[in-house]
Each structure stands twice: as C-alpha cells, then as structure tokens.
C-alpha cells in the first residue's frame, strides 16, 4: 500500500488534518559518467548498471525493488507516478532508465532521471525530520561506494542549476481547503513567494492545485547548509501555514457554519450518489468532504478512507482495480463506483 | 391544499406523468361598466360590487371565498399568485380589484385584471374536458344575471384583440424533462409554434421554463368555436407531446441508463443533503428527481410530495411555512430544510 494509507509506526502522523505528506529528496550524479543529457545510450546503461549494485546492496536500504521502466508496461509505469515515487518525466520519457523502490513505499530512487540519482524518502504527514535523516544515510552509504559529482565551491553538481550545493528539496503536501474557501490562499501563496518557497499542485511541478492540495517546497539550495533549510522548514514554515489552515477552518465551522454545512454535505451526498464522476471533481468534492471532517462538521466519516480515495481515483489506479483499460464514460463509471463503495 | 398536492375524486389524474395541470381560463367584459384599462376607481368599484353580488351567489358555485386583494398583505398576494390563483399582475397592482375562489381551489375569477372577469378552472393532470365545462357553466351562470360585453361580429369583446371572439385560453403545464435532456425539446418547441400554440415558463406569460415546465396553450381564439379548439387540444395536442416525452423517458432510461441515473440520483442526494437551497436550483433538481420517478429509475420516492413541493420551496410559501419574513440566506436555508425534511 502507499503512504497515504497508513503510518509506518501506527501512530496519527504529525498535523496530518493539514499536511498529507511530506518528502525530502537529494539530486546526485556519479562523478564517472556524463550526466544524463550528455550520456549516450551505452553510457546511460552504465549509469544503470552502477546504480542497481549500489542500491539493491541490503546495507544501503532494506528490501529494495528493482524497477526497469524500460520494461514496464505505460499502466505500470503510470501507477507509479500516481503514487508519488516516480516523476511524469520518468513515466513517459523513452530513454534507458529505473527506479529502485522500499517494499514500503516510503523511499524510491529514480534513475536517470534529470540527474543520475533522485533519493526520495516520503511519508505521511509532517515528518521532514526523519525523511531528512533517512535520505541522508542512504546518501551516505552510496556515497562510501561511489563517488559524487562535487565541486568544493559549489557543492553538489546537479544538471539543473536550481539544485546545485545541496541538492536538497524540502515539501510537504497541504491540504488547505479552509484557506481556499475564506478566500485567504492568495495571502498564503504570496507569503510563500516571499520566503523563496515555491507552491505547486498536486503532482508537483506543472501540476494544478487540484482538490485544494498545495506541495510548498525549498526553493534555494546553494548557499546554505541542509541543515539550515531543514530548520527553517520544520520550525518555521510548516507550523505557520498549518496554523493559518487550522484558524480558516476554526472560522468557518464557528461564523460560516452553515454555509460550510451547506457545501461539505452536498459533497458527500454527491460523491455517494453519483454514477459518473471526472477525476477533477472528484478530487474538488473530496477536498470538501475532507475540510467537513478535519473541521468537525462531519462525524462517522474515515479520514484514511478519504486519503486513500485520492489515490485510487486516479486512471491508472482505477485500470488496476478493474483489470480493464477503461477509458472516458467506463472510467468515469467506474471511478464512481470505487467511490461509492468506500463511502457508502 | 392545492390543485399540485391531492387530486378532486381520489383518482390518479389522467397522464400526470407528464401533464402536471390543465387550465381553462375565460376573458370577460361587462357591457354596463368600461374596460379596466379606461375605468376610474369608481368605476372599477362598481365593476367589484357587481362581480361579488354574481360570483358570490351559490347558484353560480357553491363555497366561493372573496378576497380583496386591496386589503390583503403582499405576502397573502404572492401567496395567491405561487398557487397560480391570480395573475403576477393582479398581485403586484394597485388598482381596485379582488378575486373569487372556490374552496378546493380549483376555480377562481380575477376581477378588474386586464379584463373585468377572466373566470379560471384549474386541475391537476390532463382534464381540458371537464374543466371547459365548468367553466362552461359558470360563465352561463354569470351571463343569465349580467350582460357581457358581445358583438355578433367578433363575439366577446376582451382588452386585448389576441382574446377576443371565444375569449378562450385553455392550457397544460407539462413537465417535458426527458424531452429536454435528449435534446429534443427545441424540435416540440418548433412544432408547438407552428401549431399556433404559446409554450411559456411555469408561470405563465413572461416567466422561464424553470424545472423544464412548460406550459403549453392555445393563442387563437377567433374564428373558431370554443369547442374545435377544445377537440383540437385534448384529442391531438396534448396527446401528441405526452407520446413524445414518455418516448424520450424511455430511451433515456434504456439506453443512457448510467447518464441518466447518474443525473437524478445526485440531484435527489444533493436535495436530501443542502443547507441553502436558491429557488431556481431546487426547481432544477426536483424536476430531475421528478424525471427518474417517472422514467422508473428511482423506488420509494413519493411523485405527490415532489409535486407539492414545487409549491412549497416558492418565498411566499416559505414565509407561511416558518411565519417568518426570510431574505436571502435565511430564505435559502428554510427552502433547504423544507426540502430535506419532505425527502427523508
């Protein structure tokens, strides 16, 4: 299953009403070997060939699995993306390329992607802190068995100039729902612009915010210690903008209660009722079911349920459940089907 | 109660699938007294006096209430006009005039609207027949007591020339929503105006085909007799639209299945759930509900109380209902709680 269904410990994952999940990746490249640009398709195979070794050694990370997406059917390779542990780019480029992924789910490293390693640790809610020291063992692991592009001026090199120094990127993915509906997120997306922070959607870079799901991330990696970017994030950043979600929603449940009534019901009633439902609405309408329960307006609805709904409403998930290669009306159908049972 | 909520003799009204009311008006004039439009106040006063001493005699109809609308309050007014007893007009004029009512409701005479008399019979589902010969009766009643304005060349002289010679309007509300989702009611709505007939809104003259209600009537009403006309709409009109709507309910209920349950069961959940309702969108989502009773796609579900509340979400009824003068949001909230109490 994937982090957004369960916690690793059994514990609530920290301020999960307002942060769904959190990610630390590093952007590496192997000193040896052209970046990935530059690489031929012998010295990509290379790259593959290094990186698979060093990975799947159980002293880097326990009971990794070797994902050649070279192999792998569009379906596969589309699941993957869905669930985080790929990018877009990855998926659907055609060039010699991998990932290694945790039977967990919780750490996946691309490769070959727009560096030569893309360590990603993910989990549910607020845990940048753990994920942090997490990415950094494995980084260092490799980093005993293979040497690093790295450059004592720069720090890290990375194929992207964003990236370079640390090659650090912080982001958490916030459901700000109550921020949306008083009409606040504008303020909230300024303030980030402001901290050098950038603000995306729900997949991401290029992504909308679909289903109001912000992924508000570290933009500035040279220059400053990881350590430094870590503090800021987890003391600073995070708790504030939870802070202001949290008061949205305290607004709305105490001077707008029925308007907020108004609008977390007929979402409910609609995601149970519908035989047809678009993956954007989906999302829009269980973004408001979500805001009715974490705002106490609505009992007897599961949290995770919700949570995990936003994963498998999307195409590939949806192709997997029903074995079949739906595609407009049949997909629509049986997106609302899915839905339907696990509200009902 | 109304002519929506309960039917005169205990028996389902003719076609009530589709025909939701028949209507038969007649527009009389005094030959003693002046237009309405030419009329001084005293003048329309004696219009009123010579009115309620007729129109209050049992002769005529038994149990008829008078009601003058210069004494009663706007709500009162509304009232009247939401159960379709007077004109919009009537209701909101300042002029000297009243209405006469039977007690069920199912007949009333407007007096100093446009005309001096417009005499009304009014049933649920198809009775064009029947009514015309109530309304048949009275007007013999009215005419053996007083004389009408007549001329043997153009018959019953009216204020405007689109009533005069029969002076006939006789007409069905009819809900055509299958028609309107198959995309087919624009074709009826042709063929309609070729036929001579008016199609308005569920109001009447100058309303919007709300809730897909559309009121059908004839517009000739000289050169023929009472009775051709009469023929014309109860044996080839009516039931020429009644087939075409039950065929689109038809198709749509075995061959657009998904689409159309999809359609009425979110709109019967968004009603069951709303905490504000705006009057057009419950219009909307009653008529939709409305179609999946009739098309067979939905059990359980009372087709009276979705009639009767087509009555009840209007504002002058709300206002009865809570006896509270509600706006804006306070209206929108007793409609959702009116609605969702009937439905559950």
Partial sequence: MSVYSRSTDGKPPPHEDVVISSRVRLARNFAAHPFVSRANPKQCEQVLDAAKRVLLDPAIAAGMIWVDLNQSTLRDRRLLFERHLISKHLAETEHRRAVAISGDETLSVMVNEEDHLRVQALERGSRLGELFQRVNSVDNAIEARLDYAFSPRWGYLTACPTNLGTGIRLSVMMHLSGLKMTNEIEKVRKAAKDLN?????????????????????????LGRSEEEILREFVEDIVPRIVEYERCARKKLATKDTTKVDDVVFRALATLRAARLLGHEEAMKLLSRVRLGVCAGRMQNIDLDAINELFLLIQPAHLKLHTAAELEGEALREARAAVVRKRLD
Same sequence: chains 1, 2.
């Avoid at 959607?201 to 570290?218: K, L």
Wanted: charged share 15%.
């Fill in 197 to 221: 922070l950038a603000v995306r959607g729900y997949h991401g870079e290029g992504s909308e915010s679909a289903g109001d799901f912000y992924q508000i991330s570290n933009q500035v990696t």
